[in-house]
């Protein structure tokens, strides 16, 4: 597309809609599921487990997903992620055996999978390309927010009914995310392209003639997701290192969070009309330099000043993962490469933790936060080399 008259707001509620309401269903059972767990007789060490099923559900679904969204479409797979998510949510509600719990969380996680891959293949037809940065931007910030207000509405629910008015919440809003999808604009661009017949490439060709991208841009990315997964970990671990209490550390958290939510809109603006570059460096050398720096903050006021500065380099790269994998993708065979992109970023998401917590086992927490930290000098590394310096040099393949 490239229509110069483009704005993002005529397809406002039908492409961040469902993101919103997706992230914020999430935002309300995620903090929730542990709880089941144990509820059903789950120890600790396995409720933690469940958790991280999440995680593995999205990573093994990453490609599949790709090759179910590429056959059905967009919309279709928008509104099977909203069905399997209800029946999770259903399930958690009247489970009473912890494995149905861990059956439910994988389920969540390849919803996730199918949702994020489906909005990022409808906005990269749907904007002009001059345009995309700021919408990819966009969509991981409104799924931040909605992830950051679930918990609340969750909360209050379970105020009067206990545990299951986090899941009716969450359920609620993939309701209202499924009907939203339903009712969405089928693009002009889609309905010529299923006019004309042409064959799928197979997902190993793609992985073949785009292993250098994936082997170069790819492993960029899969260090800022590993940054961004360790992140939520290290601010509770350090403030309960510096003995900060648990109120005050979600605090801290919470502020982090919203300085988070406040530059995904300018990140998108400045890749747009200065480069891509000018978000990937910013963005992985202050989360870099930030947890380079966790270890030295040892009182509450510069905690609270580094977890904020993690806060914006996170903040700042909202969209940035999703944005180069745009670039690079291919129009035939779009979708199956964004599936083995999602798959990179996921393998960072889940090692990420894995990394920090062997670190930290075998020499310190300090030590494995220093670890963690130098991901985000070592991704820069690999954008300043890699990605163009300049706008001009942006583009998108064709073939």
Known sequence: MNDSSFSLKSIAISAFGPSMLFGFSNGAVL??????????????????????????????????????????????????????????????????????????????????????????????????????????????????????????????????????????????????????????????????????????????????????????????????????????????????????????????????????????YPAGKIMDQWGRIWVALPCTLIMGLSLLAMPFATSTATFIGVAMLLGLGNGFGSGINMTLGADSSPEIGRTEFLGIWRLITDVGTSAGPFLLSGMTALVSLGAGITATGMFGILSAAIFWRYLPHTRSGMKSHKD
């Not at 990573?59 to 928008?78: H, Q």
């Not at 029946?87 to 919803?111: E, Q, Y």
């Not at 002009?128 to 992830?147: C, D, E, F, K, Q």
């Not at 793609?206 to 292993?211: D, G, P, T």
């Open 31 to 264: 903090p929730v599921i542990a709880l089941s767990a144990r509820e059903t007789g789950a120890s600790p060490a396995v409720a933690g487990l469940i958790i991280a099923l999440i995680g593995f559900g999205s990573l093994g679904a990453n490609i599949p997903a790709a090759l179910i969204t590429s056959k059905i479409g967009e919309r279709w797979a928008l509104l099977g992620a909203s069905v399997n998510t209800i029946f999770a949510m259903l399930l958690c509600i009247f489970a009473n055996n912890t494995v149905f719990i861990a059956i439910a969380a994988l389920m969540i996680g390849i919803s996730t999978s199918v949702f994020m891959l489906a909005r990022q293949t409808y906005l990269i037809d749907a904007v002009p390309i001059y345009m995309r940065a700021r919408a990819l931007s966009t969509l991981g910030g409104v799924n931040r927010i909605g992830m950051f207000a679930g918990p609340f509405a969750g909360a209050a629910l379970m105020h009067f009914i206990g545990l299951p008015g986090a899941y009716v919440v969450g359920i609620a809003a993939i309701v209202a995310a499924g009907l939203l999808a339903y009712t969405m604009p089928e693009l002009k661009a889609k309905q010529q392209a299923r006019a004309v017949p042409a064959d799928k490439p197979r997902m190993t060709y793609v992985a073949r003639k785009y292993a250098g991208v994936f082997m170069t841009l790819g492993t960029g990315v899969l260090l800022i997701s590993a940054m961004r997964a360790s992140r939520q970990i290290v601010i509770p671990l350090w403030a309960d290192y510096i003995g900060l209490s648990a109120a005050s550390t979600s605090i801290i958290f919470g502020i982090s969070s919203a300085v988070d939510m406040l530059v995904f």
